[in-house]
């Protein structure tokens, strides 16, 4: 799995330029494997406790990634990194990029779709860090987050695997996905190479006893745990 150096530009301007050209492209759709069960990714990356403000390039983050199969961690790719950026809005691929494409290559099991904590389509250019990461790795994403960046829609109702449609300038670009009943819904972002439909059935798929799928969960507590015991 290549991670070229190209995709990951260390200068805003550069950056929202790969990015306007990520998100005029329309990548062939992809769909889940036929005969066998899925295999669903997840990556996240944790920064230190007490980090206030927007962070600076050069701050220590430690990133997880995992691929699972019905339950079963296939592999697991744990790493400690440094960002490249402060945050800036629209710009996370920036400050995060680099490090989960490193992580997520170093998986020996690839996954065929990868749970993102970012945004896909719903961003300025149409290019989150869902989106943009799925593009640098050649592999079909989906964004998980807990709110909408720019995109409006009404939250579904109230029972588990509900979904209601997100939209940006008239265009579905993702979906509020109740996850677990009695609790606030997700929002499952169409990456690379997904649509909002694909994103929420991906994210039932990974979804076991808690709110947020297991994937991501399970790369989350990876990541945190590799930091407490820096």
Not at 14 to 27: D, I, K, M, Y
């Amino acid at each position: 799995m290549g991670v070229p150096e190209r995709w990951w530009p260390d200068d805003p301007a550069e950056l929202a330029e790969v990015q306007a050209e990520l998100g005029a492209r329309s990548p062939a759709p992809w769909r889940p494997p036929a005969g066998r069960p899925i295999r669903i990714g997840g990556c996240f990356c944790c920064f230190p406790l007490g980090v206030e403000g927007f962070g600076e390039r050069g701050d220590p983050l430690w990133v997880a990634a995992v691929t699972y199969e019905q339950r079963r961690r296939l592999a697991s790719a744990v790493r400690t990194d440094l960002a490249r950026a402060p945050y800036v809005a629209g710009l996370l691929a920036m400050r995060e990029g680099p490090a989960l494409a490193a992580a997520v290559a170093e998986l020996t099991v690839s996954p065929d779709v990868l749970l993102v904590n970012a945004t896909g389509r719903d961003h300025p250019r149409a290019a989150g860090l869902a989106y943009h990461l799925g593009a640098a790795l050649d592999l079909p994403t989906v964004g998980v987050t807990h709110r909408p960046l720019l995109a409006t829609g009404a939250w579904p109702a109230d029972e588990a695997g509900a979904a209601g449609t997100l939209s940006l300038a008239g265009a579905p670009v993702g979906a509020w996905v109740r996850t677990r009943a009695g609790r606030r819904p997700l929002v499952a972002h169409a990456g690379w190479r997904t649509d909002p439909d694909t994103a929420v059935e991906v994210v039932r798929l990974a979804t076991g006893t808690a709110r947020t799928p297991v994937p991501l969960r399970e790369a989350r507590r990876l990541a945190r745990r590799a930091r407490a015991l820096r």
